[in-house]
């Protein structure tokens, strides 16, 4: 499994980047927003990547951030969801809106990307809105979440969704202050409501 490529950038395309390592290019396709992150031509990008292997070619996408990555494989794992349609998702806005819109349930969100109907937005907030509050905890373990391992001395609910939100990139004061108003027993609950506290701010 290819999951990460650092290397010079030979190619830039709107959906596509080509990376040169060790003499050899491989083609990633790529959301808007990653490429967003990828610099011009002749200079160093890392991305991490997802390697789908087929009958008839072996695909490769790229992603300027492990949340993205993570996102990708929650959103191909939702019926009627394939590799096209979550990158069309993902060049739609960054790992942290989407998933705070996936935890407030705005499925409005997602009918605006070509190939997605009003029940595939559905469906996508119906099977993922768990998720991804379990992803946000689920990166204090460490590599089971993809993430980076967070060290807590008491793992209460409060104690896990505040480290769940810095792993997503919210700093402690905006996180103490979306969890304040979140309600629930359990950390995924609190990452649920934290997330849907911010999309509606």
Do not use: N, W
């Not at 029940?119 to 509050?133: C, D, F, M, N, S």
């Not at 997503?168 to 309600?183: C, D, F, Q, T, V």
């Amino acid at each position: 499994m290819i999951s990460l490529l650092k290397g010079e950038v030979a190619l830039r395309r709107p959906d596509h980047v080509v990376v040169l390592c060790g003499g050899v290019g491989y083609r990633a396709a790529v959301s808007a927003e990653t490429l967003r992150h990828v610099p011009a031509i002749g200079s160093e990008v890392t991305l991490h990547t997802h390697l789908i292997s087929r009958e008839d070619a072996l695909l490769l996408f790229g992603f300027h951030s492990e949340q993205e990555r993570d996102l990708f494989l929650m959103l191909i794992s939702v019926q009627a969801v394939g590799p096209k349609i979550a990158i069309a998702i993902l060049s739609t806005g960054g790992a942290r809106e989407l998933m705070s819109a996936i935890a407030a349930g705005d499925a409005k969100r997602f009918t605006s990307v070509p190939g997605i109907g009003k029940r595939t937005a559905e469906r996508v907030i119906v099977e993922l809105r768990e998720k991804v509050g379990v992803h946000a905890a689920g990166l204090i373990d460490g590599p089971a979440g993809g993430g980076t391992s967070v060290s807590l001395g008491e793992e209460d609910p409060f104690s896990l969704a505040r480290a769940g939100l810095l792993e997503l990139g919210y700093s402690a004061i905006e996180a103490e202050r979306l969890l304040a108003g979140a309600e629930g027993e359990s950390a995924e609950q609190l990452l649920a409501g934290a997330l849907k506290a911010a999309r509606t701010r």
